[in-house]
């Protein structure tokens, strides 16, 4: 087919063509049919009067049939009585018509058996007829009995019904495609609508979405479909231009303090050992904002959980407990039953270092700990005993560069991201991390993760710890 013609041109021409062909194919047969019909009904006429006819000779002989002159076995045809041994050649001994003085076949069958010519002709103007023929013995003479009839209203039929199939072949097939024509258009509408109205909706603003159309079939769940991607699109978009907006303004601080404190020692390098400190907690600032940033985009680009081996989280939590208790005045309770998981053992254990961070900033002097399984998922807590989260808030700090002021602000080192990367990888091992509140009357986060459902060896429910 053409290019540029369309899905309507194109079905409209299939449409044409299938009609063409099944109609020609089906008045093909249908002809074929017919013409075997017809042809069937004039043979068992034939054969009718071919048997009247040998009952006739063998009762009076061939003399009976001049006797029987107003007998129907003349109607319809002919009726020869051939002698095959004349001199020379076959003659007609007698004829229904004066006028049929030639055989009108050639079959000469043996008396007792009968043969059928399909392709007889009449003996002066050569039009085509169908003989049946028997052998037949009168007067110790065997003579061929033939009954024969004309198939010119039968080939008359058969090029009528041939005309009016070329004739209207073509025409029932282009009325056929004209009426796909006008379906196909009339249901490609609506698409060209959606067409237009996605071809409106441009790339700086997405909140345009595409008309519905009344009707519930497949292009109205196409809109449907469209309008909740062209959703996704959106939120994606808004949250990637808050994002970049939030990053730009927490990378302006450390930036802005760093250019200021190089400022100072340039004019006045003898400011050195107090400018100095500023200068490293910036630094570091602005490292584990960049860091955090990277985690993030590896996030959003669904490049988390790069390895899946099993990973023991009971040695996780208890390397933080061991941590905390080395270098923090906190008092660390802790409770690890062996557990294991399958996933990135780098990103399970930043989750569980940022979840154990954010405690420790604002707990007042207690932190607890604790990891274990619970049917089939693994659950780690990390407990508080800080401010707390309101209940209205806690779906919220998961969210990026969120901060609860003002004990969870900038102000302790955070930079709004530690949660949203918790929260991140948790996501990415099939697994969910929720905040709530803790007996202490801080705040408790918990992850659960999916369980390997195997034994851990040497498992060793090490029970509650204090220090």
Do not use: K
Not at 90 to 112: E, L, M, N
Not at 330 to 339: G, I, N, S
Not at 413 to 437: D, F, M
Request: overall charge neutral.
């Amino acid at each position: 087919m053409p290019e540029g013609s369309g899905v309507r041109g194109q079905a409209a021409l299939v449409a044409v063509l299938v009609l063409a062909f099944a109609l020609f194919t089906g008045g093909g047969i249908m002809l074929g049919v017919l013409g075997s019909t017809l042809r069937r009904g004039i043979e068992d006429n034939q054969r009718a009067r071919l048997n009247e006819a040998v009952a006739i000779i063998a009762a009076q002989g061939i003399t009976g049939l001049a006797d029987a002159e107003a007998h129907p076995i003349g109607v319809g045809g002919t009726l020869q009585v051939i002698d095959p041994s004349g001199a020379g050649r076959a003659t007609v001994v007698y004829a229904s018509d004066s006028r049929w003085d030639t055989p009108v076949t050639s079959a000469r069958p043996a008396p007792g058996l009968t043969t059928v010519d399909r392709h007889a002709r009449t003996p002066h103007s050569d039009t085509p007829m169908l003989a049946v023929a028997e052998g037949v013995r009168s007067g110790g003479t065997a003579y061929v009995v033939v009954t024969a009839g004309t198939l010119t209203g039968v080939d008359r039929a058969l090029r009528q019904d041939a005309l009016l199939l070329v004739a209207g072949v073509p025409l029932l097939s282009l009325l056929g495609g004209w009426a796909v024509w006008l379906l196909v258009g009339r249901t490609l509408r609506p698409v060209e609508e959606l067409r237009t109205a996605v071809e409106e909706i441009g790339a700086a603003d997405v909140s345009g979405r595409v008309p519905v159309p009344s009707r519930h079939d497949e292009i109205g769940r196409l809109a449907v479909t469209m309008n909740a991607m062209l959703t996704r699109i959106q939120h994606s978009r808004d949250s990637q231009r808050r994002f970049v907006a939030d990053a730009s303004h927490e990378l302006r601080s450390p930036v802005a303090a760093l250019g200021a404190g190089l400022e100072i020692l340039q004019q006045r390098p003898e400011e050195l050992h107090a400018v100095l400190p500023l200068l490293v907690t910036e630094t570091r600032h602005l490292a584990s904002l960049t860091d955090g940033l990277l985690v993030l985009a590896r996030a959003d680009a669904g490049m988390l959980r790069r390895r899946s081996i099993d990973v023991d989280m009971d040695d996780i939590v208890g390397a933080e407990v061991a941590r905390l208790r080395t270098a923090s005045d906190l008092t660390v309770e802790a409770h690890l039953a062996a557990a294991r998981v399958v996933g990135d053992p780098d990103d399970l254990f930043r989750a569980v270092r940022n979840l154990v961070d954010n405690a420790t900033r604002v707990a007042r002097g207690r932190i607890g700990l604790s990891v274990g399984p619970e049917g089939d998922r693994v659950v780690v807590r990390v407990d508080d005993d800080g401010p707390g989260i309101p209940p209205e808030e806690r779906a919220r700090v998961f969210g990026r560069f969120v901060r609860l002021d003002p004990d969870r602000g900038r102000s302790h080192g955070g930079a709004g991201l530690g949660l949203a990367i918790v929260h991140s990888i948790v996501t990415a091992h099939g697994g969910t991390v929720t905040a709530g509140g803790s007996p202490w009357g801080g705040a408790r986060f918990e992850i659960r993760l999916p369980s390997t459902g195997r034994p851990v060896p040497d498992a060793d429910d090490r029970g509650p710890e204090r220090s």
